[in-house]
């Protein structure tokens, strides 16, 4: 546990605040390029800034444990946690897709 | 279909939707009194203190979303099941039951206030826990006033249709209710009576409310939308996972420092951190619906109601899932807890998850009662959902200043120190973020001006296809 909750510098709060708010947004930028290109809002290369927007998710995260201070360990689980991330929105979206054709005319 | 033709088990629901929006008024004024004293101290000091100001703020919030999410249940139930609320005069009484009880424990708050350390003031003044102050004779009470509302509602199932989203809201409600029982009880040990508190606060908020939430927002799809009903209910079964899979145990989070084994502080990290991912669900599924009805040409039936369902999104996303990320994890928490970051997170989570969508909800009665085909937004409707959209955003962000000086000068440079803390207090970024605070909340208290006229006026401000619509299908 002494691992676990090392002191953190008072240097530290600000980029760890806007690190943590920049993993949710980026999380939500991911998933929202994700789906308005799939339902063709939009033109399909923005796709790209769908995967941008996760590595810099990753970066971020990894920045935030080491801003963290976290263990080596769970460095690892949260990097192994992004690319269950990256597979989220796919499988959703997959869900929805084959609900939605399958009920097409069911209203 | 005109208000004489609504199910009386709907007209009770605008009975509760009305008291609602009173007793939402009373927070927003119980909290400008209480952002008054953060600067003025002696303001009404010995009159109406801080902490009565805050407990009527608080509870209220708690009691005005308790109204609107009964009436929403009860405004739809009829609807998906196709028949009358079973049980709708028990259901009238419990309603005049709980708003006289809601009254005499208002009174009590505001008029005695306090009472000695003994078993009475348990009983008859207050218990004496956050969000859930009321006395014991008023959660017994409550309790029996649930208990008529779980009837009315398993019962009118049992009779009636069975859809996704009504089978959902019934294993919730359960839930919902049966948690309250966890704050009913008192213990000498603080440790061990937040921990139990916690369950009803935690446990309703970031579990069986979000549940609730994407149950009645599903319905509020279908009615705005004509969303797909399959896949609101397919979405609906997902999100109950997600909900319940990470926020059961994300209750972790507040058990870091109340006394609890250390093995919390993993367990509330690793939960906290999945939390925001049923909300990125969320918001793909709106998104979805959103662009597959854009797609087919079809047109808004509640503007209003879609308006707020989407600041719902957003601000359930923004509130709930940055704001709650940015102070949760236990490492930075031990420098964030106990300033204002939890009001920060608490004001636009609160106002993005729940309030939003219960505004939706009371839409959707509006265009019920005057029997409208389509609800469009007014001028008045407008101003309300920006200058509260606004306001709150604005709160939040001004909180957040305040938050950071008390986080970096009490708990970083001084060590949550007695000295620290009114250091701290005295800072001026700290005191500027408390008068922008004030500032936003009288940008709410003007938007919900506006969005009790416009409640109140809408429906005869509608266009004239919207009137030409209904009377076509009336006649034919």
């Known amino acids: ?107 | 279909m005109q208000g004489s033709r609504l199910y009386e088990g709907q007209k009770l629901a605008l009975k509760y939707f009305f008291v609602a929006v009173v007793l939402f008024g009373a927070q927003l004024l119980f909290g400008l009194l209480a952002a008054i004293q953060f600067l003025y101290p002696d303001f009404l000091f010995g009159v109406l203190d801080f902490s009565i100001n805050r407990i009527v703020h608080i509870n209220a919030l708690v009691v005005w979303l308790l109204y609107a999410m009964i009436g929403a249940v009860y405004w739809l139930l009829p609807d998906e099941a196709g028949i009358e609320v079973v049980g709708v005069k028990l259901a009238n009484l419990a309603f005049y039951i709980l708003t006289a009880a809601v009254a005499v424990v208002v009174l009590v708050y505001l008029f005695i206030q306090v009472g000695p350390g003994k078993e009475s003031t348990i009983w008859f003044i207050t218990e004496g826990r956050e969000y859930i102050e009321a006395p014991r004779w008023a959660d017994i009470g409550i309790v029996a006033v649930v208990l008529v509302f779980l009837y009315n509602v398993y019962a009118t199932v049992m009779k009636g249709k069975h859809t996704g989203i009504l089978v959902v809201l019934m294993a919730d409600l359960i839930a919902l209710a049966g948690l309250y029982l966890a704050g009913m009880f008192y213990t000498d040990n603080i440790a061990i009576d937040q921990f139990w508190w916690w369950w009803v606060v935690h446990l309703w908020v970031e579990a069986t409310w979000e549940v609730y939430v994407a149950a009645v927002g599903g319905y509020i799809l279908i009615k705005t939308l004509n969303a797909n009903r399959k896949v609101v209910e397919m979405w609906l079964w997902i999100e109950v996972a997600m909900m319940f899979g990470s926020g059961i145990l994300g209750l972790g989070h507040h058990y870091f420092w109340i006394g609890t084994p250390e093995y919390w502080w993993e367990i509330g990290a690793l939960f906290s951190a999945l939390e925001p991912v049923p909300l990125v669900g969320l918001f793909v599924h709106v998104l979805y619906d959103w662009g597959k009805e854009r797609g087919k040409g079809n047109t808004i039936k509640n503007v209003p109601a879609f308006a707020w369902l989407t600041v719902e999104t957003f601000g359930n996303f923004l509130g709930a899932g940055v704001w709650g990320f940015m102070h949760t994890l236990p490492q930075i928490n031990l420098y964030t807890h106990g300033t204002q970051w939890p009001a920060a997170h608490g004001h636009l989570a609160f106002f993005g998850a729940y309030v939003a969508i219960m505004i939706s909800a009371i839409y959707l009665g509006i265009q019920g009662k005057a029997g409208l085909k389509e609800l469009k937004m007014t001028k008045a409707g407008w101003w309300a959902i920006t200058l509260i959209t606004v306001g709150v955003l604005l709160m939040t962000v001004a909180l957040t200043i305040s938050a950071y000086v008390q986080t970096m000068v009490e708990r970083g440079m001084y060590g949550a120190t007695w000295e620290g803390f009114f250091v701290a207090q005295a800072d001026v970024w700290f005191t500027q973020g408390m008068g922008w605070r004030l500032f936003s909340g009288l940008m709410v208290i003007a938007g919900y001006g506006f969005l009790v006229y416009d409640l109140l006026t809408c429906d005869k401000k509608q266009p004239a296809e919207v009137y030409e619509e209904e009377a076509a299908a009336a006649t034919a």
């Open chain 1, 1 to 107: 546990m002494e691992f676990y909750m090392q002191d953190i510098p008072h240097e530290d709060f600000l980029p760890i605040f806007v690190i943590s708010a920049a993993v949710i947004m980026f999380g939500m930028m991911y998933a929202g390029f994700f789906t308005i290109v799939k339902l063709r809002l939009v033109k399909r290369y923005f796709m790209v800034f769908a995967y941008l927007s996760w590595l810099a998710l990753v970066a971020s995260i990894y920045y935030l444990g080491e801003l963290l201070r976290v263990e080596p360990y769970t460095q690892k689980v949260l990097i192994g946690a992004m690319f269950g991330y990256l597979v989220f929105p796919h499988m959703v979206y997959f869900i929805l897709e084959k609900v939605h054709t399958r009920y097409e005319h069911s209203n």
